[in-house]
């Protein structure tokens, strides 16, 4: 009955890899953000989609690719991996693209060796 | 600069004290919501306050907020050990498809 769930938990790779971490939410929001926390804790917004279209993109290097396939999946690709990528990838959900309560993930800890 | 900042940074306590974490914050907002994020784990909301209110309660919890000074306390009573944990205030600007904007968070620990 896991609210917002995120995979995988831990990822580890190499500098230059591709990778994607994927994102469900099973409240029937219609809004999914992806929000990146590095190591002293600040978190910051990185994408938003609401009803599978964009509506926040902040300012995020092109290597890093949202996809939402439908509403209830926001899903993160990240091309060419860097050292700075390393920090927590959390997925988060709320009703509607207004600023109410949102529901986060459990965290994705990306380590880029 | 980041919308909200908390403080303090850091705060130690014994079970059954009461702790205030304040957020301050620059520019008009719609909202400000506290969350609590426990060590590993995801962010949990714990309340939410509009510009229009001044004071919520939740259980233990209290906010507070000042559009006049743009600030915003949080007060829990009464702490228990399973307090401990980083809480992140967060303000929401005016508008459509507005953003939260997250302060750095102030960790709590709770001695028992």
């Known amino acids: 009955d896991t609210a917002v769930s995120q995979t995988p938990k831990y990822l580890v790779t190499q500098m230059g890899n591709d990778k994607s971490i994927k994102c469900e939410q099973n409240?029937?929001?219609?809004?999914m953000y992806w929000y990146k926390q590095d190591s002293k804790k600040f978190l910051k917004i990185m994408f938003s989609y609401n009803n599978k279209e964009l509506i926040i993109n902040e300012t995020v290097p092109n290597r890093f690719s949202p996809k939402s396939p439908d509403k209830a999946h926001l899903n993160l690709h990240i091309n060419s991996l860097e050292l700075g990528d390393s920090a927590v990838y959390f997925c988060?959900?709320?009703?509607?693209?207004?600023?109410?309560?949102?529901?986060f993930g459990p965290g994705t800890r990306l380590t880029v060796l | 600069s980041q919308q909200g900042e908390e403080d303090p940074q850091a705060l130690s306590i014994q079970e059954g004290e009461n702790a205030t974490m304040n957020c301050s914050y620059k520019?008009?907002?719609?909202?400000l919501q506290w969350y609590r994020q426990n060590s590993g784990r995801g962010l949990v909301h714990l309340i939410l306050?509009?510009?229009?209110?001044r004071e919520k309660h939740s259980g233990r919890l209290r906010v507070t907020l000042d559009t006049s000074k743009k600030s915003s306390s949080l007060l829990i009573t009464a702490s228990r050990a399973a307090d401990t944990a980083s809480y992140f205030c967060?303000?929401?600007?005016?508008?459509?498809?507005?953003?939260?904007?997250f302060g750095k968070g102030i960790t709590l620990s709770v001695r028992p």
């Open positions: 988060a959900s709320s009703q509607g693209p207004s600023p109410n309560e949102q529901f």
């Open positions: 306050i509009r510009s229009n209110e």
């Open positions: 409240l029937g929001h219609d809004t």
């Open positions: 520019t008009s907002i719609n909202n």
């Open positions: 967060a303000t929401a600007l005016t508008g459509a498809n507005s953003k939260l904007t």
